[in-house]
């Protein structure tokens, strides 16, 4: 199991992007940790399970930029 512990000021999509490769995938994180769904903004020192991800066909028809 991965995880992923959050620095002060984390939001949920920029954790997504940065650990999971995408901004669209900012919703499965949120459900592999709703016990943290009353954040918007993250303190430091709090772990996240990230959940496994394969290859989504929802980031295809993105541009580049945004993959």
Not at 14 to 42: C, E, P, Q, V, W
């Amino acid at each position: 199991m991965k995880t992923y512990t959050t620095s002060q000021g984390d939001m949920w999509d920029m954790i997504a992007h940065k650990t999971l490769g995408s901004i669209s995938l900012t919703d499965k994180l949120m459900m592999a940790n709703r016990r943290y769904l009353n954040f918007y903004t993250f303190p430091a020192g709090i772990v996240l399970t990230l959940p496994e991800v394969k290859n989504e066909s929802s980031i295809e028809g993105l541009p580049p930029w945004k993959r």
